[in-house]
Nanobody, 115 residues
Framework: QVQLVESGGGLVQPGGSLRLSCTAS????????MGWYRQAPGKQRELVAG????????WYTDSVKGRFTISRDNAKNTVYLQMNNLKPEDTAYYYC????????WGQGTQVTVSS
């Protein structure tokens, strides 16, 4: 079972920034393409960003394009999500996992955007 540990969340004002990190207990090369997901209160979990194994291909859901940047450091078994110009609607728990067939969810990290 792979353990994924997310960190970096917090309370931030609208327009602020946060950088999320996710470290895996295994070599993330084995996990192949990775993604960041989020789940807001009362809503289903959604995929917001994805990154290919080598980092050369990235995908973002429309609502975060131009504001969020996903990256990865395979040597550190870590995936990052830089979030800029945060909006109240970004408030959610954020999780990382495999881009395809995600499983073994971590605890997530809470992001709250509020003035």
């Amino acid at each position: 079972q792979v353990q994924l540990v997310e960190s970096g969340g917090g309370l931030v004002q609208p327009g602020g920034s946060l950088r999320l990190s996710c470290t895996a207990s295994t070599n993330i090369v084995r996990l192949n393409d990775m993604g960041w997901y989020r789940q807001a209160p009362g809503k289903q979990r959604e995929l917001v960003a994805g990154i290919s194994l080598g980092g050369g291909a990235k995908w973002y859901t429309d609502s975060v394009k131009g504001r969020f940047t996903i990256s990865r450091d395979n040597a550190k078994n870590t995936v990052y999500l830089q979030m800029n110009n945060l909006k109240p609607e970004d408030t959610a728990y954020y999780y990382c996992n495999k881009y395809t067939n995600p499983r073994d969810w971590g605890q997530g990290t809470q992001v709250t955007v509020s003035s």
